[in-house]
């Protein structure tokens, strides 16, 4: 009980609950999949983004057609991505943790006796966990705003989402209520 209250407590950080605008500097952010929402509110999904001061050049996701927009044009640029890198961190140090308990439980029992090959079993199964992990993991999406308008916005959503603001530590909201202006 005592593990899963701590695992809740470790994944839903402050920065759950920020609000950060971030917008471009002179330097070009480079992001490799996102989708770009426009004043007009239509979205278009690209790859190869790069924002700078003035505009935002990215290769259209369907007609690979290299496009550039004034940051006139656009609301918000969104970075789009996958868990699956923390899906496999969490899915291997998870399966590690319970083979190590299981192996503390059979080392403090006398009935029991631990294998001599108990090392590479607790090795198959924190690679298994993590494959499964990363398998999890790549079906859960990301979403980071890298540039905002900052124009009125509101969004509710009561599914696990996972959150990431610039600056701050990721984390998973279970309730999430975005306010810009």
Do not use: H
Request: aromatic fraction near 6%.
């Amino acid at each position: 009980m005592i593990f899963l209250v701590l695992c809740i407590v470790f994944w839903l950080p402050p920065s759950t609950f920020s609000q950060t605008t971030s917008s471009p500097t002179n330097l070009k952010q480079i992001v490799r999949k996102g989708k770009i929402i426009k004043t007009d509110r239509t979205v278009q999904r690209g790859r190869k983004l790069a924002i700078d001061s003035e505009t935002v050049t990215f290769e259209e996701e369907k007609t690979k057609e290299k496009i550039t927009l004034p940051l006139s044009e656009v609301e918000r640029v969104v970075k789009v991505g996958n868990l699956a890198v923390i899906g496999a961190v969490g899915g291997g140090v998870l399966t590690l943790l319970t083979c190590l308990l299981a192996v503390v439980e059979v080392e403090t029992d006398p009935n029991l006796v631990l294998k001599k090959n108990a090392g590479a079993i607790i090795a198959g199964f924190t690679v298994g966990g993590t494959l499964v992990g990363a398998l999890i993991g790549s079906f859960i999406t990301s979403e980071t705003t890298v540039y905002n308008k900052g124009t009125a916005q509101a969004r509710i959503s009561l599914l696990p989402r996972f959150v990431k603001t610039p600056g701050q530590r990721p984390g998973i909201a279970f309730i999430t209520v975005n306010v810009l202006f």
